[in-house]
């Protein structure tokens, strides 16, 4: 069935330094993935996403990355702040006339200052 | 624009109730989805309005079922209470159908005792 792993579950950084998050979905049917930032107590807040017909996607200080081959995507965050720290979710949509969404199981980014 | 809003924010239920939750889309938005989000399952899809009509839903059992309105205004219903049931119950909206980005709401945070 439709499925998207995510690694490291938690992820430790020293402020300034460089954060990756890597998922890997199943369907390959999937053509959009979308990353959302929830911080403790709030809704997931959409931060970037790219579609099947891109490979890479900036936005200031956050990347995205998509190999379609081997279905991997992932997200690089660089110089990092202590604001950045949250639960980071990716997902990825199946395609075709639906916004369902399979999400990761996220991974928790702490930023040391 | 105003953003999603979900109603109530908290809901406290007995076993064997019935729930109703509703959720406002962003003006314009017409896709309206909804999820519910545990420490152990994560974020999990639940089903799919577009149009007043259920384009998809999740593996949920028949307790749980929804409903979207002429003004794309949706509400979720689960009947029969379970310990299980208590959750973030989140709603996301989109403008369109298919590969949308997804806006999510504040949820309604979902406890039976």
Same mark, same amino acid.
């Given at each position: 069935?439709?499925?998207?792993?995510?690694?490291?579950?938690? #992820?430790?950084?020293?402020?300034?330094?460089?954060?990756?998050?890597?998922?890997?979905? !199943?369907?390959?049917?999937?053509?959009?993935?979308?990353?959302?930032?929830?911080?403790?107590?709030?809704?997931?807040?959409?931060?970037?996403?790219?579609?099947?017909?891109?490979?890479?996607?900036?936005?200031?200080?956050?990347?995205?990355? #998509?190999?379609?081959?081997?279905?991997?995507?992932?997200?690089?965050?660089?110089?990092?702040?202590?604001?950045?720290?949250?639960?980071?979710?990716?997902?990825?949509?199946?395609?075709?006339?639906?916004?369902? #969404?399979?999400?990761? &199981?996220?991974?928790?980014?702490?930023?040391?200052? | 624009?105003?953003?999603?809003?979900?109603?109530?924010?908290?809901?406290?239920? &007995?076993?064997?109730?019935?729930?109703? #939750?509703?959720?406002?889309?962003?003006?314009?938005?017409?896709?309206?989805?909804?999820?519910?989000?545990?420490?152990?399952?994560?974020?999990?899809?639940?089903?799919?309005?577009?149009?007043?009509?259920?384009?998809?839903?999740?593996?949920?059992?028949?307790?749980?079922?929804?409903?979207?309105?002429?003004? !794309?205004?949706?509400?979720?219903?689960? !009947?029969?209470?379970?310990?299980?049931?208590?959750?973030?119950?989140?709603?996301?909206?989109?403008?369109?159908?298919? !590969?949308?980005?997804?806006?999510?709401?504040?949820?309604?945070?979902? &406890?039976?005792?």
């Amino acid at each position: 069935g439709e499925n998207v792993e995510q690694h490291p579950s938690t #992820l430790s950084v020293q402020e300034g330094d460089s954060a990756v998050i890597k998922c890997t979905y !199943s369907d390959s049917a999937s053509n959009y993935f979308p990353w959302y930032k929830q911080e403790l107590g709030k809704r997931p807040q959409l931060i970037i996403d790219i579609r099947s017909n891109v490979g890479e996607k900036k936005d200031q200080r956050i990347a995205v990355t #998509l190999n379609k081959t081997a279905k991997h995507f992932s997200l690089h965050i660089t110089e990092t702040q202590p604001e950045d720290s949250a639960v980071y979710f990716c997902a990825a949509s199946g395609g075709g006339a639906t916004n369902k #969404l399979i999400f990761g &199981t996220g991974t928790l980014l702490a930023v040391q200052p | 624009k105003a953003g999603v809003t979900q109603t109530p924010r908290y809901l406290i239920k &007995t076993r064997g109730q019935q729930v109703t #939750l509703s959720c406002s889309p962003i003006s314009g938005h017409r896709s309206v989805s909804w999820y519910q989000q545990t420490p152990g399952q994560g974020l999990q899809f639940l089903f799919e309005y577009f149009s007043e009509t259920q384009r998809n839903k999740g593996n949920f059992p028949g307790r749980f079922s929804g409903r979207q309105f002429s003004n !794309s205004r949706s509400e979720m219903n689960v !009947s029969t209470l379970e310990l299980g049931d208590s959750a973030l119950y989140l709603c996301a909206s989109s403008f369109q159908q298919g !590969s949308a980005e997804a806006f999510f709401g504040q949820g309604t945070r979902l &406890t039976v005792v």
